[in-house]
């Protein structure tokens, strides 16, 4: 069956870095478009980021444009987000999802907090 599972989250101070990752299995992973979405405590889920099936086009909120990178590895079923620069306000679970699949992980948390 389709599966998204994230890793990467953790604790990071305001201004630093991090990769998280989001391994799918269960479907044809090069022919779909990839999201991350995050949470924030008490509000609603936010759009962050998505890449087409190739990777060769992608889009970002405005929240985090400049600050964060989504890329893939369709050979390992994979798809990443490099966030840099992390804000307090960045704290949230963040969750990759394959839209057409309406397929969502579980979601990895994100702490920014010094």
């Known amino acids: 069956q389709v599966q998204l599972v994230e890793s990467g989250g953790g604790l990071v101070q305001p201004g630093g870095s991090l990769r998280l990752s989001c391994a799918a299995s269960g479907f044809r992973f090069s022919n779909y478009g990839m999201t991350w979405y995050r949470q924030a405590p008490g509000k609603e889920r936010e759009w962050v980021a998505f890449?087409?099936?190739?990777?060769?086009?992608?889009s970002y909120a405005s929240s985090v444009k400049g600050r964060c990178t989504i890329s893939r590895d369709n050979d390992k079923y994979t798809v990443y987000l490099q966030m840099n620069g992390l804000k307090p306000e960045d704290t949230a679970v963040y969750y990759c999802?394959?839209?057409?699949?309406?397929?969502w992980g579980q979601g990895t948390q994100v702490t920014v907090s010094s």
């Open positions: 890449i087409s099936s190739s990777g060769g086009s992608t």
């Open positions: 999802s394959a839209p057409s699949l309406n397929a």
